[in-house]
């Protein structure tokens, strides 16, 4: 992130939830919304997989098992994506920070670029219905747009309706015995943070179980008032 253009008015947002809460639906609905530029680790860790790097390879076997991959391997990924001069606009960070260690670094990345978080949203889900929000989830391979095969489906069969591709993917993870384990990794891990956000006067609850397009209202208003 370029310090120096940062407007002071950028809203820098954090996504949390456990797995299927609506993370990567949201931060997509924003981006398009307010021109914020969705940051999703598990994106980026699935590219740095994809592309063979080291750091791909060190994820490979950590993501299939629903493990939460490294500290240092997923500070650094995030660290080189913060610094394309786009970020500047704000950000949505999708599935980061996941440890105390990674909001204590996203913390002081901010800070070194004269920004912080302006709010951190928790996304609140019953965990029972996330097996089949996620055993359900398919996405296109031309845009990333996510779908669901009971929740949103095209409205075209088989046909993207964003970018009007036919190509899907399903993910190697989405499966319930990994989904089981990335949930218990979530509570281990990443469900003490909504505290940390507390005790920063930064956390807002939202009703992630509600349907899409409310929930998106919700975090729409959440927005606006950051940058009002
Ligand atoms: P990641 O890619 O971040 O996956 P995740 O956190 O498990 O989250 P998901 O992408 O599964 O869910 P989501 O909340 O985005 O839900 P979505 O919007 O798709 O991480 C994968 C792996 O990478 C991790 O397990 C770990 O190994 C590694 N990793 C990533 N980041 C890391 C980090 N920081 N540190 C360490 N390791 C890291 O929605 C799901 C489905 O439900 C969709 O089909 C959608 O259409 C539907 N849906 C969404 N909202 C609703 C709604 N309100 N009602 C009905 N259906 C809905």
New binding site residues.
């Given amino acids: 992130m370029d310090g120096t253009t940062t407007a002071q008015t950028a809203a820098n947002l954090v996504l949390l939830?456990p797995?299927?809460?609506?993370?990567?639906?949201q931060a997509r609905k924003l981006e398009e919304g307010f021109g914020l530029i969705q940051l999703?680790?598990?994106?980026l860790?699935r590219a740095a997989v994809a592309a063979g790097t080291e750091a791909g390879k060190a994820a490979k076997a950590?993501?299939e098992r629903?493990?939460?991959?490294s500290d240092d391997i997923?500070i650094a990924i995030l660290r080189d994506r913060l610094g394309e001069p786009d970020c500047a606009n704000g950000v949505i960070f999708?599935?980061?920070?996941?440890t105390a260690a990674?909001a204590e670094a996203l913390d002081a990345l901010m800070a070194e670029a004269g920004s912080s978080i302006t709010s951190a949203i928790s996304l609140e889900v019953d965990d029972a219905a996330m097996v089949d929000?996620?055993s359900?989830?398919f996405t296109c391979a031309g845009c990333g747009e996510?779908?669901?095969d009971s929740?949103?489906q095209p409205a075209k069969d088989g046909v993207c309706d964003n970018c009007g591709s036919s190509e899907f993917n399903r993910r190697a993870?989405d499966n319930a015995e990994t989904v089981a384990q990335?949930l218990k990794a979530y509570h281990a891990q990443t469900a003490p943070l909504i505290a940390y956000y507390g005790e920063r006067g930064v956390l807002k609850g939202v009703d992630?179980m509600?349907?899409?397009d409310t929930?998106s209202e919700s975090l729409t208003a959440i927005v606006q008032e950051a940058l009002a």
């Fill in positions: 939830g797995p299927g809460a609506g993370k990567g639906t999703s680790t598990g994106d860790l950590v993501m629903g493990d939460l991959v997923v999708d599935g980061f920070p996941r990674q929000r996620i359900g989830r996510g779908y669901h929740f949103k993870d990335r992630a509600a349907q899409i929930v």
